[in-house]
């Protein structure tokens, strides 16, 4: 058991150190590593296993609601980034730039795509002309890049995969629906795939993207507390119409601007996804994204019989279409337990000799630690009926996790004090003015998170001026 200890002693424990914690089990889970790239990183086919499960179960609820994938060029001329004017002051200081193609140099120097507005809108402006050309539901997968200055794996790098969405939409109204449409969507994804509950809301005018009337979040937060940005959708009503000059012609043969949205999910979630469910044993994968739902482990390598019986159990359950593998290589079984807590497996089925006289296996659940003895001929309707109970109890773990980190503050003195003896989030009341924001992000480093859909009256006064309150604002610090 030597080795498997030193495995789990190689990461440092959640309360010693989080952000350590965090970095240890990016790397000895082998989501990722860090490349010879500055701010890049390697994701290995481990994370790439789990993105792509995001991927393909975001996807399927896209198709759903009839939007088709594109794929846009990769370069952004500098002419088009400058025609919105908030959206090119929003992210032209970290653009990336190609200013030599070969031995040319380039008069209209080209952007790596920071997001692709920009792009859709140029296309839009040359395919859209009647009213029977909309709605356009539009979705790129792929990677985009921003040159931050601190990086961390998944949360913050130059270079990060996710799908922006992009729409376009005869009438406010509709633009206004979608973007709350995908709102809802998120949400059903990250708490009924990821587990993760979340709070969703508009973003104050501060906090909103680059060139937008109204952004809406869903915001998580981690076990230390933070808040994680999950996921956003934008509603950018004609702003962008105006500017790259996209009309339509409606059906009484009027010329009128459309309406625009875009929305996101990235590569960020598996940060939630580490933050959220994992432990000082390593990650803890909710069983609709994980890579492996399940992983037998013979006992006895050295005993024919063992591994054969394993082996049987191994291609039992993959035909059943449950994602399973096998461990076979020849390190002891304490290892190997150790990995499958390592990688986050929701279930570890422990096989030896005196199991298979027995006629069962030890199935062993990664979110509680259980351990109960299955009849084999029980094996595949139990490990179904379990990978279904451990996904509701992911959630359920966390969804206390954040109702328990919730509380309510009247003053700014209450709210600094609560900040800062406790961590979590903090509903209070709000004026909507952006001076009152910056001021208590100056002084403490909390943002307004969101203002909650559903509305709660804590008191008539801003939190921060004690003039009349305008909304309820949910305030933390974040990633
Ligand atoms: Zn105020």
Redesign the pocket.
Known sequence: MADAKKQVEQITSQEKDFAQWYTDVCLKSELCIYSGVKGFVVIRPYGWALWENVMNNIDARLKKMGVTNVAMPVLIPEHLLLKEKEHVEGFAPECAWVACGGDDILEDRLAVRPTSETVFCDYWHDVVHSYRDLPQLLCQWGSVVRWEKETRPFLRTREFFWHEGHTLHATPEDSLQFTLDILYMYEDFIQNDAAIPVLKGKKTEKEKFAGAQATYTVESIMKDGKALQSGTSHDFGDNFAKAFDIKYLDKNNKLTYATETSWAISSRIIGALIMVHGDDRGLKLPPHLAPIQVRVVPIRMTDKNNVDKANEIYNNLKKAGIRTDIDLSDKTPGYKFSDCEMKGIPIRLEIGPKDIEKGVCVLVRRDTGEKLDVKLSELESKIKETLVLIQKNMFEVAKKFLDDHIDVALTKEELISKMNNKKGFIKAM??G?EE?EIELKDETGISSRCIPMEQEQLSDK?V??G?PAKYEVIWGKSY
């Open positions: 709000h004026c003015c009152c801003c921060v001026c003039k």
